[in-house]
C-alpha cells in the first residue's frame, strides 16, 4: 500500500507521497499515469514525492499527469512546504525545498499551527533561449511571432518552458486546440507550457494555462509567474501583479533589487488514504 495525502493549490492539485515515512514508489512515473486519472483513480494534476534532502529541509519530486517528470511546480512547492510544517518534518517559519531548478526558500505565514500561505522566491526567471529552451529568436523571446499560429509569444523558464501569450479575450479554442498544439511545437524542443493572457491593467491580469504533459489545469505557480516576468519585458504590467487563475489569485512581483520572482498564495490539504500496490 501507498500512504498519499491529496493536496491543492487554487485548484492545482497532486497527489503526494511521504518518502521520509516509506520507501518512494519504485515507479513514480506509471503510478502517476494511474493515480492521476480522475475517473479510475484518485483524480489529480500528477504526481510528488516528498523525499529527504542532503541540501534543504525536503526534496521534491514532480510528475505530471502523463508521467513524464517536470523540474518545478509553484503551486506544488507551496503544498510541500505545508505538509512538512503541519506533518512535522521541519516545523520552522523559513523552509528550504530542493527542486529541479534549486533550493528555494519559502516563508510560510501559520494559523492555529497550520500553514494557509506561503510566499515562495522563485529565483531568477531564465532568459537565455537556449536555456527555457526554445529555437525562437531573442534572450528572451518578446513579442515573437510563433511561425505556425497567427499569435506573438514571450518565452521566459522558471526551472521549467512557459510561452506567454497576450490576448484580447481567452476562448477554449486557444486553450484546448492551440495550446495542445503549442506544447508540441518544434520550437520548443523540451515542450512547454503555454500561458494566455488578458492585461486588465498595468498591476491585474487574467490567465488561463495549458500545462506540459497535463492539459489545462484551474492553476499554475511557474506559468504566473512566468506571466508577470513576461508582461514586464513585454510592456504590458508592472513588476507586482495579481493573477486571477481559474482556481483562485496569486500575488506576483519581480523584484528590481534581485531579480528574483516571488509568489505569494494558498494551500490546503484535501484528504489521506492508501493507494494499492
Known amino acids: 500500500m501507498l500512504r498519499f495525502t491529496k493536496m491543492q493549490g487554487i485548484g492545482n492539485d497532486y497527489v503526494y507521497v511521504d518518502c521520509f515515512r516509506q520507501p518512494p514508489p519504485r515507479d513514480p512515473a506509471g503510478i502517476s499515469r494511474k493515480i492521476s486519472d480522475r475517473h479510475f483513480g484518485v483524480g489529480a494534476d500528477g504526481l510528488i514525492l516528498i523525499c529527504p534532502s542532503e541540501r534543504a529541509d525536503a526534496r521534491m519530486r514532480m510528475f505530471n499527469a502523463d508521467g513524464s517528470e517536470s523540474e518545478m511546480c509553484g503551486n506544488g512547492i507551496r503544498c510541500v512546504a505545508k505538509y512538512v510544517h503541519d506533518h512535522g518534518i521541519a516545523r520552522k517559519p523559513s523552509l528550504t525545498i530542493e527542486t529541479g531548478r534549486g533550493v528555494l526558500t519559502l516563508e510560510l505565514e501559520t494559523r492555529n499551527g497550520l500553514v494557509e500561505q506561503v510566499r515562495v522566491d522563485m529565483g531568477e526567471p531564465i532568459l537565455q533561449a537556449e536555456r527555457i529552451p526554445t529555437t525562437l529568436p531573442g534572450d528572451p523571446p518578446v513579442n515573437v511571432r510563433l511561425p505556425r499560429h497567427e499569435l506573438s509569444a514571450t518565452c521566459v523558464s522558471m526551472g521549467n518552458p512557459h510561452c506567454v501569450i497576450f490576448v484580447d479575450e481567452i476562448t477554449d479554442d486557444l486553450v ?86 516571488f509568489m505569494k498564495g494558498p494551500a490546503v490539504e484535501v484528504f489521506s488514504g492508501e493507494w494499492p500496490g
Open 176 to 261: 484546448h486546440r492551440v495550446g495542445r498544439q503549442i506544447e508540441v511545437d518544434p520550437a520548443f524542443p523540451r515542450r512547454t507550457n503555454v500561458e494566455f493572457v488578458r492585461v486588465n491593467g498595468p498591476g491585474e491580469v487574467t490567465m488561463r494555462v495549458w500545462e506540459r504533459g497535463s492539459g489545462e489545469t484551474l492553476a499554475c505557480g511557474t506559468g504566473a509567474c512566468a506571466v508577470a516576468v513576461a508582461g514586464v519585458l513585454a510592456g504590458r504590467t508592472v513588476r507586482d501583479i495579481v493573477a486571477h487563475l481559474p482556481g483562485g489569485d496569486l500575488e506576483l512581483s519581480w523584484s528590481e533589487k534581485d531579480n528574483h520572482v
